[in-house]
T-cell receptor, first 118, second 112 residues
Framework: GAVVSQHPSWVICKSGTSVKIECRSLDFQATTMFWYRQFPKQSLMLMATSNEGSKATYEQGVEKDKFLINHASLTLSTLTVTSAHPEDSSFYIC??????????????FGPGTRLTVL | QKEVEQDPGPLSVPEGAIVSLNCTYSNSAFQYFMWYRQYSRKGPELLMYTYSSGNKEDGRFTAQVDKSSKYISLFIRDSQPSDSATYLCAMSGTGGSYIPTFGRGTSLIVHP
């Protein structure tokens, strides 16, 4: 299957700092990427959809000024958590939407990034 | 009522048991049904994918979809300790509604 990588896999930061998470498609070109957040024992919640060459689309209730998304190229999407607070501690996962990864009808997920804000 | 309901468990079974995992949903527009396995601190990986109703088998895994009852199942035969993980169901429509809706996941523990 298609490969999606994320970096870093785990990050700890101080409250008030910003953290950047990278999502890369390794064997296909991604014009779109989904960004999810997952709290412990909870489902995946779609935060936003990044689009190469245009602005990201945010889901209702997600602060676009706090979660900055940039789709710099066809293989790289980034999520920056600005002025992070302990309540932002979560597992952040990106995924390639259906149809992009080798024509698949399903999503392929990255390995996730665990963010801990002290 | 949530669009997708899934019992979070945990479900604890002995090695070798047959495991049944289930989800119910309310949106009749869903056409694609997926099961993902997620190990602790890892991203979900696709296990099974079914379009519309029916059964699909892949090794020890069988996915069933009953659209009339809005009920999907994943069966694991001869369960192994390595099957211990969280299993997420997901479903989506077609066209513009292809973004999946996920269940909250069922935690499965297979003990030796």
């Amino acid at each position: 299957g298609a490969v999606v990588s994320q970096h870093p896999s785990w990050v700890i930061c101080k409250s008030g700092t910003s953290v950047k998470i990278e999502c890369r498609s390794l064997d296909f070109q991604a014009t779109t990427m989904f960004w999810y957040r997952q709290f412990p024992k909870q489902s995946l919640m779609l935060m936003a959809t990044s689009n190469e060459g245009s602005k990201a689309t945010y889901e209702q209730g997600v602060e676009k000024d706090k979660f900055l998304i940039n789709h710099a190229s066809l293989t790289l999407s980034t999520l920056t958590v600005t002025s992070a607070h302990p309540e932002d501690s979560s597992f952040y996962i990106c995924s390639a939407p259906p149809g992009l990864a080798g024509g698949s009808d399903t999503q392929y997920f990255g390995p996730g990034t665990r963010l801990t804000v002290l | 009522q949530k669009e997708v309901e899934q019992d979070p468990g945990p479900l604890s079974v002995p090695e070798g048991a047959i495991v049944s995992l289930n989800c119910t949903y309310s949106n009749s527009a869903f056409q694609y049904f997926m099961w993902y396995r997620q190990y602790s601190r890892k991203g979900p990986e696709l296990l099974m994918y079914t379009y519309s109703s029916g059964n699909k088998e892949d090794g020890r895994f069988t996915a069933q979809v009953d659209k009339s009852s809005k009920y999907i199942s994943l069966f694991i035969r001869d369960s192994q300790p390595s099957d211990s993980a969280t299993y997420l169901c997901a479903m989506s429509g077609t066209g513009g509604s292809y973004i999946p809706t996920f269940g909250r996941g069922t935690s499965l523990i297979v003990h030796p």
